[in-house]
């Protein structure tokens, strides 16, 4: 292996170039932990079909991809502990007795945390386990105080759902894909402390505010095929827990991380080994990472080397995964129930609680179930019933972070056609957000705003051309309304029939060239005299009005 690391880097970099070509059928099989499927990569875009197939050659090294995340429960208080929950707080400066695993220290269960994962197993249409256990798992690392992690290894609080996601795919990336993974369970457990290791003067410091904090961690069974279907599927889960409340999903403040688990082998043959890319930070980098996993593990093979199972960090900068450490010792984490927690019960109905057991200790589906809100599958699917608007523009307005409040704002104020609406929303607002960097929640226009120049243009106050002019002022100048814009530059219609009669002669009688090539039945030079019209008018014309004019004037 070490010999041939140079040509195998070598090879990866030439694979790196190239678009695989990947069997049309699909194979499910189960073997522990893997379901095979055909496998692609996002340099194809994930396509449902393979372009072109070789009947001949032996069956290309197909991959396939599990998904395991944490999502840092929404609540006020740790999952067995009082201590706040707070980013940035100063170092240890959120720790209780419990959470430093002082001597004699007891674990309470935060309800709210229960709720939580009640709420997101039904929103991921799970089978949710009415009496669930809480187990210890064994190990020893400093920000771990206890030697140990509370979790739910042999009955989790939820099993078996489904979690529906779409991306955009085609060949101009406009049309929805829709597909499906499996939940194989959801589980609470808590969270580590925070390791700080401080090269220069060789020492670890460490920070035990995180530690205790409640935590889902959501098993995905290995249903995805890239990387592109693994964030879309991340993206669609970070969408469904921010809908529920479940948990604010800002991953850059660590409050979802993504392991992803990677294997490749060719179909029929014994199943790959797989390597574990750890606590990956965004999206993005996740599709990143997994397609990097998955070329880079084709090549070893390929070579005649061996895919060792590891778990592997993601270098952002290099694009490369990097090895941490080796799985082949399987670790003995010791599970054992947790002797100073009772069995989790969760109730269908309060008529079916033990009685005499207080309402605020009682978790119960029914109340539950009623304070579902409405999904991100369920607002798409609204919007484009409701509005008329295509798929893949319902698809953007709810994956982008408050985009379809404002566009429902908009509609409610404007008396312009929500087709009309999304055109602005989709190009004016968002080219301008993303060519700043902003999000809509920092957007200099307001939904009402944007609302005024559409009724300006409705009104025939002003083009569609001066409607866009307006709405870069108002960008510079959030200060100021549509129609203070319009009256300082003077740039409503021109209404005078006279004078709109005036300039199209002039540009008629400047222009004989043009006009004769109208007369003999060269229509298209039409618009040319009309731009010329629409420049003497400084767009303040009706474009309607000026044609009817000149094809008048040149018949």
Excluded at 460 to 474: C, N, P, R, T
Aim: hydrophobic fraction near 35%; glycine fraction near 8%.
């Amino acid at each position: 292996m070490a010999g041939s690391s140079a040509g195998t880097t070598a090879l990866l970099c030439h694979l790196n170039k190239l678009i695989a070509i990947f069997s049309p059928t699909i194979t499910y099989q189960r073997h522990g932990w893997c379901v095979i499927r055909r496998i692609c990569t996002s340099v194809s875009r994930c396509q449902s079909q393979a372009q072109t197939t070789r009947k001949s050659a032996p069956q290309e090294l197909v991959g396939v991809v599990g998904l395991e995340i944490h999502a840092q429960i929404h609540s006020n208080t740790k999952l067995f502990s009082g201590s706040q929950v707070g980013f940035q707080a100063p170092p240890n400066s959120l720790v209780s007795f419990f959470d430093a695993s002082l001597p004699g220290t007891l674990p309470v269960l935060n309800r709210r945390c229960v709720e939580a994962a009640v709420m997101t197993g039904l929103a991921l249409n799970c089978t949710i386990n009415r009496k669930s256990l809480f187990d210890r798992k064994h190990y020893f690392y400093a920000d771990l105080p206890a030697g140990y992690q509370i979790t739910q290894q042999r009955l989790p609080i939820a099993v078996d759902g489904t979690l529906t996601y779409s991306h955009l795919g085609g060949r101009k990336r406009n049309t929805v894909v829709t597909k499906s993974v499996r939940i194989k369970q959801i589980q609470l457990e808590q969270d580590s402390g925070k390791s700080l290791h401080d090269d220069y003067r060789s020492q670890t410091l460490i920070d035990l505010n995180r530690a205790g904090v409640g935590l889902m961690e959501l098993v995905m069974e290995p249903d995805m095929s890239c990387g592109e279907e693994a964030a879309a599927a991340v993206r669609e889960m970070q969408l469904i827990l921010q809908a529920l409340g479940t948990c604010q999903g800002n991953m850059a403040e660590g409050q979802l991380r993504v392991d992803a688990n990677v294997s490749v082998h060719r179909p029929g043959d014994p199943w790959g080994i797989r390597t574990e890319v750890k606590n990956i930070n965004s999206a993005r980098n996740l599709a990143r990472a997994i397609d990097y996993e998955i070329q880079r593990q084709m090549v070893v093979l390929e070579s005649g080397g061996t895919v060792q199972n590891e778990t592997r960090s993601f270098d952002g900068k290099t694009g490369h995964t990097i090895p941490m450490r080796d799985k082949e010792g399987l670790q003995d984490y010791r599970f054992m129930p947790e002797p100073n927690l009772p069995p989790l019960m969760v109730y269908e109905a309060c008529s079916t609680a033990p009685p005499g057991v207080a309402p605020s200790q009682v978790v119960v589906l029914e109340e539950v179930r009623e304070r579902l809100p409405e999904l991100p599958s369920v607002r798409r699917q609204r919007l484009v019933e409701t509005y008329g608007i295509l798929p893949e523009h319902s698809f953007t307005l709810v994956n982008e972070d408050g985009l379809m409040d404002y566009f429902e704002a908009v509609v409610r104020e404007t008396k312009a056609g929500p087709r009309k609406v999304i055109g602005w929303v989709m190009n004016e607002l968002q080219g301008l957000l993303h060519q700043q960097n902003l999000s809509v929640s920092q957007s200099p226009i307001s939904p009402q705003a944007l609302a005024q120049i559409l009724n300006l243009q409705e009104n025939g106050q002003i083009s569609s051309s001066i409607a866009k002019q307006v709405f870069q002022e108002l960008w510079k100048t959030p200060g100021k309304t549509a129609q203070q814009i319009v009256k300082e530059q003077d740039l409503g219609m021109v209404n005078d029939s006279t004078e709109i009669h005036r300039i199209c002669q002039k540009v008629v009688d400047s222009h004989p060239d043009q006009v004769q090539a109208i007369r003999g039945g060269n229509k298209k030079v039409l618009n040319k005299l009309m731009g010329l019209v629409q420049k003497e008018t400084k767009g303040r014309a009706d474009p309607v009005v000026v044609r009817a004019i000149l094809e008048q004037k040149t018949s």
